[in-house]
């Protein structure tokens, strides 16, 4: 066990469950949200792209890459915060 | 290397090793291309594209042998992030990601995208609920935790039982994915070819277990990506003049757009939610969302990609890794759609409305594979209309090269690159399944004074026994490749990811409560599985519908998810709270630095 108190622990975690929420929720977002415009999405069309189609075939993808990353930069400053980073 | 452990030089020159390794394969494709110029003979390429990608990974694996428990399960836990990720991006692109995907998005356009949102997005899942709390956590298998975490055998037994049956699953679709591949270009039979492919599977793990496995999937990574990119970024400058496919292909799609106006085809690539005649679905509707959720949960699930995750040095490494992950396999995903676009216009523009008689030899070729390729000439006016032409999604990428009458050498290639994917799935697959079996059921349940010497014979048998099964079953043709393999996401996501995230995200869960929940969830997923897929009229006499709310079988997870969630709940606030010992072991793995709070109770 690390040195934190449990005050300090509950802390720590509070930020942490913020963070996954608000991955969570833009996970969500682009996962399902966005894609239930998809018939309406693609009337516009952009460089012979349907929208709703390229947003599944790749815009969510580019997000779901941006959401991994982002968390492992966030986490790491939380971890850091708190003096829980190792080493 | 040859001592057993991973040394620190060789960490430190993996950039070297492997950007040597990449040159040499592309220098060794360029090579091929000019001698098939001056006149090699195509059934000699394909035979050096085979032959030579699974001696290269049978050296690293026998290379990586190793007789320490550590670097047997988990690699030595030296495996940098961005290695990591490179290897679990070969772990999980399989014959489904690599073969099978661009011939689904080929024969359904939009309705299809559910599985690139669904086996890409799950990583997000991975990374905030599981990875670093699993890696903290710090044992061998996905099992373990359970084992720990819900207080003996009966939760570990459970975990066992919902991995093999997702694993084997998964596993006898790649073996069938590895006897397309070898049956095609080695031009032998499809049952011989499974035991060729076999082979090759075993080669690269039983040696080395999980080290090997890591190395040689690094190496599987780089002639996959290679493999999948190429031919498309071809396509994509000689149609459009650019080398980036993902841009170009808008310009495709709207070509496809108009010939299927002219061909009267009813249901346009893009459209969403569309059924056969190109009406709106609720049926189609609601199976998207079902099946992009059963996907990503399932990825979240499925204990071969995360125990990726306890190979690496740290907490923050895993989660760096499982960004990497990502990116690597956004790669071949977010190119998926071109590759189906540019698969689609070809056969469009320069197939359908030609001569019967004057077709091409890839015809010949693939009509001889199994029954995947089939032409009639239903009307007997001597030309292909569409409807005659019957092409197996299983085999779109693979013949794409031909179809579009790109040089063999690109064919080899990708031949290449789907025997990389589907090999080192298996390998990752057939890890988890052996390593359950010889570590969580052998070792902690039957033996646990069996001496490391001991265990690691055993899980060698049974990696072997598990492989000779599963080759005999992918044997019989169970179902196409995407089936089995979207089957086995939902056993998973049904069976784990409850007791997982439960267990880290809500102290509260008592080990009767997942113990229960991990049976109803998985439960009623099989059942559904097993009745609508088996016994679909008993089903129909049962409940007097063909399927519930018409969520198709691929999906089963749906209705195990919620099940397994809400009896978990439940049924631990009906039992006693975990012990304090619990609770503080709960903490422990939720921060990243210091021990692991081993509980009286937890310590076995």
Not at chain 2, 145 to 170: D, K, M, Q
Not at chain 2, 435 to 449: R, T
Not at chain 2, 451 to 479: N, Y
Request: charged fraction near 10%; hydrophobic fraction near 50%.
């Amino acid at each position: 066990m690390a040195t934190l108190t449990p005050e300090k622990q509950n802390a720590y975690w509070r930020k942490t469950s913020r963070l996954m929420w608000t991955i969570l929720f833009l996970w969500f977002v682009f996962s399902f949200g966005i894609h239930f415009f998809a018939p309406a999405l693609n009337k516009i069309v952009i460089a012979g792209f349907p929208l709703g189609f390229y947003m599944a075939a790749q815009g969510s993808l580019i997000a779901f890459v941006v959401l991994c990353f982002w968390n492992s930069s966030a986490q790491n400053k939380i971890d850091e915060e708190f003096g829980v980073a190792e080493e | 290397m040859a001592t057993g452990k991973t040394s620190a030089s060789f960490i430190n020159s993996l950039g070297k090793i492997y950007g040597g390794y990449a040159g040499g394969f592309v220098g060794f494709t360029i090579l091929l291309a000019i001698l098939e110029q001056v006149g090699l003979p195509q059934r000699v390429i394909g035979y050096a594209f085979v032959v030579l990608t699974i001696g290269v990974y049978a050296y690293i694996g026998i290379l990586s042998r190793t007789m320490e428990l550590s670097e047997y399960y988990v690699a030595g836990r030296v495996v940098p992030p961005f290695y990591n990720g490179m290897a679990t991006g070969a772990d999980w692109m399989s014959a489904a990601s690599f073969i099978s995907m661009a011939g689904g998005l080929y024969l359904g356009g939009y309705n299809a995208l559910g599985y690139v949102l669904g086996w890409t997005g799950g990583y997000v899942l991975v990374a905030i609920l599981l990875a670093p709390y699993l890696r903290k956590f710090g044992q061998y298998t996905v099992p373990d935790f359970l084992g720990v975490r819900y207080e003996g055998n009966v939760a570990r037994f459970c975990g066992v039982v919902v991995l093999f049956c997702a694993s084997f699953t998964y596993i006898v679709a790649q073996t069938f994915g590895i006897g397309i591949v070898t049956s095609r270009f080695l031009g032998i039979g499809f049952e011989v070819a499974i035991f060729v492919g076999l082979a090759g599977i075993l080669v690269c793990s039983m040696l080395g277990g999980m080290r090997a496995v890591t190395w040689t999937q690094v190496a599987q990574y780089i002639v996959l990506i290679i493999a999948y990119l190429v031919p498309v970024i071809w396509l994509s400058t000689t149609k459009y003049g650019l080398p980036i496919p993902e841009l170009t292909y808008g310009q495709a799609l709207q070509e496809i757009a108009k010939l299927e106006q002219t061909l009267g085809i009813v249901k346009p690539h893009t459209s969403a939610f569309t059924d056969a005649r190109g009406q709106f679905s609720w049926v189609e509707f609601n199976n998207f969302w079902a099946l992009v959720l059963c996907l990503m949960v399932g990825t979240a699930s499925l204990p071969h990609i995360l125990m990726r995750y306890f190979t690496t040095p740290n907490v923050r490494d895993a989660r760096k890794s499982v960004g990497w992950s990502i990116f690597f396999i956004f790669l071949l995903y977010f190119t998926a759609p071109a590759y189906a676009a540019f698969a689609k216009l070809e056969v469009y523009q320069d197939v359908i409305g030609k001569d019967i008689s004057a077709l091409p030899a890839w015809v010949q070729n693939w009509s001889q594979v199994g029954g995947l390729l089939s032409i009639k000439d239903a009307n007997g006016d001597g030309k292909l209309q569409l409807a005659e032409f019957i092409i197996n999604q299983d085999i779109i990428v693979l013949s794409m090269p031909e179809i579009a009458g790109l040089p063999y050498v690109i064919s080899g290639l990708v031949a290449a690159g789907g025997l990389a994917a589907a090999l080192s799935t298996a390998d990752g697959l057939l890890l988890a399944i052996a390593n359950a079996l010889s570590h969580d059921v052998y070792y902690k349940m039957i033996d646990p004074k069996a001496s490391t010497a001991r265990r690691l014979i055993v899980a060698r048998v049974l990696l072997v026994g598990v492989a000779i099964v599963a080759a005999a079953v992918a044997g019989t043709r169970p179902s196409g490749i995407i089936q089995m393999v979207a089957w086995a996401f939902s056993l998973a996501a049904a069976g784990l990811f409850a007791p997982l995230v439960m267990g880290i995200w809500w102290k509260r869960t008592t080990a009767t409560g997942a113990i229960l929940g991990m049976i109803s969830g998985f439960g009623i997923c099989l059942f559904y599985l097993i009745m609508t897929r088996y016994y679909p009229a008993t089903f129909k006499e049962w409940f007097g519908v063909d399927l519930w709310f018409g969520i198709r079988n691929i999906s089963s997870a749906l209705f195990g998810l919620p099940l397994a969630f809400g009896v978990t709940w439940i049924v631990s606030l009906m039992t006693a709270p975990p012990s304090k010992e619990m609770q503080d072991f709960v903490d422990s793995v939720r921060i990243p630095s210091g021990q692991v709070a081993w509980g009286e109770k937890a310590h076995e």
